[in-house]
């Protein structure tokens, strides 16, 4: 369950303001159809996650216990300080040809690439060498994050100041960074 548990709460928080979660918000206005556009969003996180998560995995299976601590330690300080960024989103003005569902698998998918959630992921996996449970946990992280986008964008953005999102979420990368630079310093 920590790697559920763990996994899930880093990746809510850190898709908060994120441009995914922007995109999320972008889709939902534009199609109107709340429930296909959370389908699709679910089926591209599940795939991209379930990627991330497998290199991972491969990569802690090859790299020795304490060396791999303070990897994880480097990226999740890293992803802390790349969270404390706003991200924005570049509005794509083409029209949508493949219905909702497609299009919000495809650019989200594509979106999530090279991501923090999607690198954190990696991480994630990486340090609890479990690829389906990291995946479980981020996957519902994520729909966590981008379900309220979805359903009720314009109420949340008017009451929650993202500041503190992003500062809580950089938090949460730093004590998983502190936590893997403990590990690596006792030996793994």
Same mark, same amino acid.
């Given at each position: 369950?920590?790697?559920?548990?763990? !996994?899930?709460?880093? @990746?809510?928080?850190?898709?908060?303001?994120?441009?995914?979660?922007?995109?999320?918000? !972008? =889709?939902?206005?534009?199609?109107?159809?709340?429930?296909?556009?959370?389908?699709?969003?679910?089926?591209?996180?599940?795939?991209?996650?379930?990627?991330?998560?497998?290199? *991972?995995?491969? @990569?802690?299976?090859?790299?020795?216990?304490?060396?791999?601590?303070? &990897?994880?330690?480097?990226?999740? &300080?890293? $992803?802390?300080?790349?969270?404390?960024?706003?991200?924005? &989103?570049?509005?794509?003005? !083409?029209?949508?040809?493949?219905?909702?569902? =497609?299009? %919000?698998?495809?650019? $989200?998918?594509?979106?999530?690439?090279?991501?923090? %959630?999607?690198?954190? %992921?990696?991480?994630?996996?990486?340090?609890?060498?479990?690829?389906?449970?990291?995946?479980?946990? %981020?996957?519902? *992280?994520?729909?966590?994050?981008?379900?309220?986008?979805?359903?009720?964008?314009?109420?949340?953005?008017?009451?929650?100041?993202?500041?503190? @999102?992003?500062?809580?979420?950089?938090?949460? $990368? $730093?004590?998983?960074?502190? @936590? !893997?630079?403990?590990?690596?310093?006792?030996?793994?």
């Amino acid at each position: 369950m920590e790697a559920i548990i763990g !996994s899930f709460i880093l @990746v809510a928080a850190s898709e908060m303001g994120d441009k995914t979660q922007l995109l999320a918000f !972008s =889709l939902a206005t534009r199609f109107r159809k709340p429930w296909v556009v959370l389908a699709g969003i679910f089926v591209a996180t599940l795939a991209n996650h379930a990627l991330a998560a497998a290199v *991972g995995d491969i @990569v802690s299976s090859y790299v020795p216990p304490r060396v791999m601590a303070g &990897i994880l330690a480097v990226l999740f &300080i890293a $992803f802390g300080l790349w969270t404390l960024k706003p991200d924005t &989103i570049e509005d794509t003005a !083409s029209p949508a040809r493949f219905g909702p569902f =497609l299009t %919000t698998v495809v650019l $989200f998918f594509l979106a999530e690439m090279g991501d923090k %959630t999607q690198l954190a %992921t990696v991480v994630m996996a990486a340090r609890y060498q479990s690829l389906t449970l990291v995946t479980v946990g %981020t996957t519902l *992280g994520m729909m966590a994050a981008n379900g309220p986008a979805v359903f009720l964008g314009d109420k949340l953005a008017a009451k929650v100041q993202m500041k503190w @999102v992003r500062w809580t979420a950089a938090a949460l $990368f $730093f004590f998983f960074g502190i @936590v !893997s630079l403990v590990a690596a310093v006792r030996g793994g």
